[in-house]
């Protein structure tokens, strides 16, 4: 009889043994820890394809010298509009100050009191030379760059100007105040288009009262950095 109660026992223990292993697998207690799976690396999702372009920047020349030509219309208070040409010779001291000098020269012609006269002159014919030096400063305001097209962009500056000088005209050199305003465009890393306007004006009585004669000047030119 105690024989049979034993195997009673032992096989409750079995079956109460596997439960709980059964249990626990079950609700994942217990058990070995296995390493997860090694994920691969995952591919490139995105291959840029980036095409370069080149830049050329403009070199222009360290020593920032520029010397040009220029030719437009003046209109002489009192003697008419002729046609104006010169040099010029400019310094860039920074990126914004520059120093520039100037000659220019234009005929005048004849006065509205010559015109009407019938034939009396009021100066010699070699005393209509309108001839100008000046001395200037100039500042960049509006430095930047103009687009044409695609891809193209060209260094530009607008600019203020203003000095002072001498203008020999009607038989006497005239001491002469100029300011003006300028638009440089560079052609090239050493070309640039100048466009200005200007106004001299200096003391003169040649027509009878002395008074500050007034002479707008609008020119086109063309610069080499050098």
Same mark, same amino acid.
């Given at each position: =009889?105690?024989?049979?109660?034993? !195997? *009673?026992?032992? !096989? ?15 609700? $994942? ?44 219309? =003046? ?37 509205? #009191? ?7 002159? *009021? ?11 000046? *001395? ?7 430095? $930047? ?19 002072? $000088?001498?203008?020999? #005209? ?16 560079? !052609? ?19 027509? $009878? ?16 950095? #050098?």
């Amino acid at each position: =009889m105690e024989s049979r109660i034993r !195997i *009673l026992f032992l !096989i409750a223990a079995i079956v109460s043994l596997s439960g709980c292993a059964a249990t626990k697998s079950l609700f $994942g207690f217990g058990g070995r820890d296995e390493p997860p799976p090694s994920a691969e690396p995952p591919g490139q999702v995105i291959d840029p394809q980036v095409e370069r372009r080149e830049i050329r920047e403009p070199r222009i020349d360290r020593e920032n010298w520029e010397i040009g030509a220029f030719g437009g219309v =003046m209109s002489i208070e009192d003697f008419g509009t002729d046609a104006v040409y010169g040099v010029r010779l400019a310094y860039h001291l920074t990126e914004g100050f520059f120093v520039e000098t100037t000659v220019g020269t234009a005929r005048a012609g004849l006065s509205s #009191f010559e015109v009407l006269s019938g034939g009396a002159r *009021l100066m010699s014919e070699s005393e209509r030379d309108f001839i100008y030096y000046n *001395l200037n400063v100039g500042y960049n305001i509006l430095p $930047g760059e103009v687009f044409i097209g695609e891809g193209r962009a060209f260094n530009s500056s607008l600019y203020l100007i203003a000095g002072l $000088g001498s203008t020999r #005209f009607a038989g006497d050199d005239r001491f002469t105040v100029n300011v003006g305003l300028g638009y440089r465009f560079l !052609i090239t890393d050493s070309i640039a288009l100048h466009v200005d306007f200007r106004d001299h004006l200096y003391d003169i009585d040649v027509i $009878g009262e002395e008074k500050t004669a007034q002479n707008p000047e609008g020119h086109l030119g063309f610069t080499v950095f #050098f």
